[in-house]
């Protein structure tokens, strides 16, 4: 008998010709044979599923011979850390079958690596059998665990020079599991006191009393919960007790040490960890709402940011980095906003954002215009910053983009850059420039066909990226290129313009100042006369890319990285679940004056980003008129028209989602001492869409 598969291609091939010649001659006794094959094929199906068992036992068998082939490179974190030359063993994440699968929802996830024996330990302790909890916004295991000593060792030699400010501090461990990432920071700082916060009392006796027991040990438990989507605040009242954690005095309200760092405190820990919920209708994220409690927190000076400010060491999973480090403009939403606003977020551990991860390969990517040559830009200038600390990347972790930077010219990724003057031109020549070239563009529409064709044929400074050059079709390109030029050496000029204008006469600067303002509003007109309405989508996220990126003010706090991210490899971890190391460190300015204490500033700050970032695409200045009647006249902060500050001479340029930090905070105190605003976070949505009826 033939075997299963190739009895399923004859039957379909069968199936194909019956279908033919049925539309054909419309035959009911072909029909007839296309039902019958139908059922065989169907037969054939399921004796290929019974001969090719695709479940974990069987899987498990399949390495258990050395594969030279496909065995990683040694050092690489897929090849977990082993020593050169040692016979290794296939990995299940090595199979065909392992990369084909979409989504870490699977039972391949809790499959131990042989390198990594914790991983079997604390399969065993759980005794876990489910592949994942319930479907929704919740797509991680209930517990998460780092099992790869060479990967805590490896984060402490890379920013242990850092951490020498907290050696003999306190430590509260959030949710510490297995505790092998607690035992590595532990030896490493030699705490005062470390307090183990692990409600699940399976950890208890195989992992938490061991180091209990140890002589003079300096290690705390308490089932008390650290993290919890709905009850954990009242814990940070009652672990200062000398018991748990030695007795501490909360800072007064005014005490100015509030908002300074406080070293004597640290908190580690992981909020990759699963609570059972009644009502799973329109749960939120776990790890995305405690995160957004630590950033109120820490504005507030509650929970344990009561004595200082403390700084955080946390592993989330994967798939919230996107909300909170967005490494592009499109993905800049309110959620980034808010926590950027109160919190320091360095990422110190991940996946290699620039290769897709299972779960998005199987997502249309679409826009993504920071790929290729801009993203190694942001790593060249986050490599110099490297160098000049003395860090060095671990070879066997260095992100894809790191390893471009290493062999890249700055020279080389110039022409990408489209914020400069031009070559040999000062101030005025290159306003006299671009005035010039915009009055071309301006008569592109009325030329006839044979001068277009001639006008597209003349050079553009700017130099495409790889994907950029999808954006719009070969004969619109150059028309492209000439517009983001003169887009480019207006930004320059602006920013140009901000720094030297005090050293220019009353005369000039007015004339420099109303021109730019000129220039600006001609190329907004010229953007909708030029381009088709599919184009300008494309030609925004481009722009607003470079905007972001191309001036020595980065938008994106991913662009203003002290260091690239360690990269680990997804074994690392018991299930095999990716999950990021976040370094937090809370700001140390806080809203609030006479007029309204810092809690209320608070307040009106987040209404003021829901408001804002309804419609993150929308003009700016459209989005602050909908707070309100005369919000336009009376919000408008200098900030917006400070290009230094990443404003615009003319603000009706800016788009929503290119407000900064320092513009945000200013248009809150702006509305704070505004006669006409409503009260309360809620009255300021409720505001917001009101007038947004209104308009409609």
């Known amino acids: 008998m033939r075997p299963p598969v190739t009895q399923a291609a004859s039957i379909a091939s069968r199936i194909a010709r019956a279908a033919r010649a049925a539309e054909k001659k419309s035959d009911k006794t072909k029909q007839g044979e296309i039902a019958v094959a139908l059922k065989q094929l169907k037969k054939a199906k399921k004796t290929t599923e019974t001969t090719n068992p695709t479940d974990l036992n069987d899987a498990k068998d399949t390495p258990t011979q050395p594969q030279d082939n496909d065995t990683p490179a040694a050092g690489h974190p897929k090849a977990g850390g082993r020593p050169t030359g040692t016979t290794t063993v296939k990995d299940i994440s090595e199979t065909t079958r392992y990369q084909a699968l979409s989504s870490y929802r ?48 490896d984060i402490i030699n890379y920013i242990g020079p850092d951490l020498d400010k907290h050696k003999g501090c306190d430590i509260i461990d959030l949710h510490p599991g297995a505790c092998l990432w607690s035992q590595k920071i532990h030896d490493y700082l030699k705490p005062r006191r470390h307090l183990l916060l692990e409600p699940d009392e399976r950890y ?45 005095v909360p800072l007064g309200k005014n005490d100015p040490r509030l908002r300074e760092p406080n070293n004597s405190l640290l908190v580690i820990g992981s909020l990759v960890r699963r609570y059972p919920e009644r009502n799973k209708a329109n749960n939120v994220h ?22 200082g400010l403390v700084r955080m060491l946390l592993w989330v999973p994967e798939e919230i980095i996107p909300s909170v480090l967005p490494n592009s403009m ?7 906003v808010s926590l950027e606003a109160a919190l320091d977020i360095t990422q110190v551990v991940g996946g290699d954002r620039w290769s897709l991860t299972r779960s998005e390969a199987t997502k249309a990517q679409k826009h993504q215009q920071r790929r290729d040559q801009l993203d190694t830009w942001s790593s060249r200038r986050v490599l110099a910053s490297m160098q000049e600390k003395g860090m060095t990347l671990p070879e066997h972790r260095r992100p894809e983009m790191h390893q471009r930077a290493l062999v890249t010219d700055d020279k080389a990724l110039q022409d990408y850059n489209p914020i400069r003057l031009p070559e040999g031109m000062n101030f005025s020549q290159s306003l006299a420039h671009i005035e010039k070239e915009i009055k071309q563009l301006e008569e592109f529409p009325t030329l006839p066909k044979v001068s277009r064709y001639k006008f597209a044929e003349q050079p553009h400074r700017y130099k495409f ?11 619109e390109l150059n028309r492209c290129g000439r517009f983001v030029d003169i887009w480019g050496v207006q930004i320059a000029l602006e920013l140009e313009y901000n720094a030297t204008k005090s050293t220019m006469s009353e005369e000039l600067r007015l004339d420099a100042h109303s021109r730019l303002v000129a220039t600006s509003i001609k190329l907004k007109k010229l953007f909708e006369l030029l381009f088709q309405k599919r184009t300008r989508k494309s030609m925004t996220v481009l722009l607003d890319e470079l905007f972001a990126l191309c001036k020595k003010n ?53 209404g003021l980003i829901k408001a804002l970032f309804t419609h993150p695409s ?19 902060v200098p900030e917006f028209t400070d290009p230094l500050a990443g404003g615009r001479i003319d603000p009706s340029q800016l788009l929503t989602k290119d407000i900064t930090r320092e513009q945000l905070n200013a248009l809150t105190k702006a509305y704070i001492e505004w006669p006409f605003r409503p009260i309360g976070a809620e009255a300021i949505e409720a505001q917001a869409m009101l007038q947004e009826s209104v308009e409609v």
């Open 106 to 153: 699977n039972s391949y996830t809790f499959y131990p690596h042989n390198d990594y024996p914790l991983g079997e330990t604390i399969s065993k302790v759980l005794a876990s059998t489910k592949g994942a909890g319930p479907s929704g916004k919740d797509k991680f295991p209930d517990n998460v665990e780092v099992v790869s000593p060479a990967l805590c060792d």
């Open 204 to 248: 208890l006796d195989p992992f938490i009393k061991p180091l209990l027991d140890q002589k003079d040990s300096a290690y705390r438990h308490s089932f008390l919960p650290g993290a919890h989507p709905k009850s954990y605040w009242g814990t940070y009242d009652r672990i200062f007790d000398d018991h748990l954690l030695p007795k501490r």
């Open 286 to 307: 776990f790890p995305s709402l405690v995160l957004h409690h630590m950033a109120e927190a820490a504005q507030v000076n509650s929970m344990f940011q009561r004595y």
């Open 330 to 336: 499109l993905f800049k939403l309110g959620y980034s």
């Open 465 to 475: 990226t790889n994907t950029s050059e999808e954006i719009t079709t070969p004969t």
């Open 554 to 606: 980065t938008m994106l706090a991913w662009d203003r990285r002290p260091y690239e991210p360690l990269i680990v490899a997804e074994e690392e971890f018991w299930p095999r679940f990716p999950m990021q190391l976040l370094d937090i460190t809370p700001r140390p300015e806080a809203l609030g004056n006479d007029l309204m204490d810092t809690a209320e500033a608070n307040q009106v700050r987040r």
């Open 618 to 636: 929308s003009p700016l200045l459209e989005s602050i008129e909908r707070l309100g009647a005369g919000a336009r006249e009376g919000l408008v």
